[in-house]
């Protein structure tokens, strides 16, 4: 008669994602943070993790029977699909296992997204919103509360599919008055302020891709106007003291919202919702009325995770 064995109690090696290389680190929709990279006690990561490469790219061209090859014409970047091999281990096995093992996976809903974070042994960050697509079908030959851990092969889908930097932000203001002639007796009882088209105003676009910016107007203003390139949006009406007027461009939303929740998009005076474009110190095209403040603030986005 054979004998069986009994089913090891010591947990897999979780892979080669440890602390010497980058860390990896997933935030729930729940706000609950998991280390991805752990070595011991927790959940790793396994060899053969897919998602922090190229993403896929659909192509469009044309071709002529007259011409070798193919001319393109543009492309669109599709979906990201991630694959996660995971080993979930508690040291505690039983019922402490369980209930690891159910808190990690209440994170996966698939009707929520969360956040998977990429961070460079020199600190600098990729994120990408994730949504779970599948948790692998996992087949169980032992009971995993009996061992303490289990192997999964977990994929997700990032609808946005460009990995995101550390947002960028930037403010100008008119700057502070200056006296015409000086001030002292006998000059006329004015001053003049420097020219308020702030000409020197750029941002920076480390990312791959054109990225949508955030403008936001801080009161007192009279008029304000954003934009890229020369192509503005105008703020036709004061800001108040102490008011705010965000002007979300980015295509999910182009929107123009106060402080209050009040929306005041259809009042802009134009709606030339532009990205900036990739790169270091891209000028803007700004104009301010008033003594507030305009912002500038834009997510870089990169192909790949480093």
């Known amino acids: 008669m054979p004998i069986l064995a009994a089913p090891s109690l010591v947990a897999p090696a979780p892979g080669r994602f440890d602390a010497q290389g980058s860390t990896h680190t997933w935030t729930g929709w729940d706000g609950s943070v998991w280390d991805l990279s752990g070595f011991d006690s927790g959940v790793s990561l396994g060899a053969g993790v897919r998602g922090m490469s190229m993403p896929p790219v659909q192509r469009f061209t044309s071709d002529s029977p007259g011409v070798h090859g193919s001319r393109w014409r543009g492309s669109r970047t599709q979906e990201r699909e991630v694959f996660w091999p995971l080993r979930v281990y508690h040291a505690a096995r039983s019922q402490e296992w369980l209930d690891y093992d159910a808190a990690f996976w209440r994170t996966m809903h698939p009707d929520h997204t969360g956040v998977w974070t990429v961070t460079q042994p020199n600190g600098q960050s990729r994120s990408l919103r994730l949504r779970c697509v599948d948790d692998g079908q996992q087949a169980f030959d032992t ?164």
């Open 143 to 306: 009971d995993p509360a009996l061992l303490g851990w289990a192997r999964y092969g977990v994929t997700l889908v990032a609808e946005q599919p460009y990995w995101e930097g550390e947002p960028v932000t930037r403010a100008w203001k008119v700057g502070a008055p200056v006296s015409f002639f000086g001030s002292g007796p006998g000059g006329p009882p004015f001053t003049i302020s420097p020219g308020s088209t702030l000409a020197n105003a750029e941002i920076d676009n480390l990312g791959d891709i054109d990225a949508w910016p955030v403008w936001t107007i801080y009161g007192p203003t009279d008029s304000v106007t954003v934009g890229v390139n020369g192509r503005t949006v105008t703020v036709p009406f004061p800001v108040a003291y102490g008011g705010r007027l965000t002007i979300d461009t980015r295509p999910s939303a182009q929107t123009a919202i106060d402080g209050n929740g009040g929306e005041w998009t259809s009042q802009l005076g134009s709606f030339n919702f532009t990205p900036v474009p990739a790169g270091k110190a891209v000028s803007l095209s700004l104009a301010l009325s008033g003594a507030g403040l305009v912002e500038a603030s834009l997510t870089p986005l990169f192909l790949r995770a480093w």
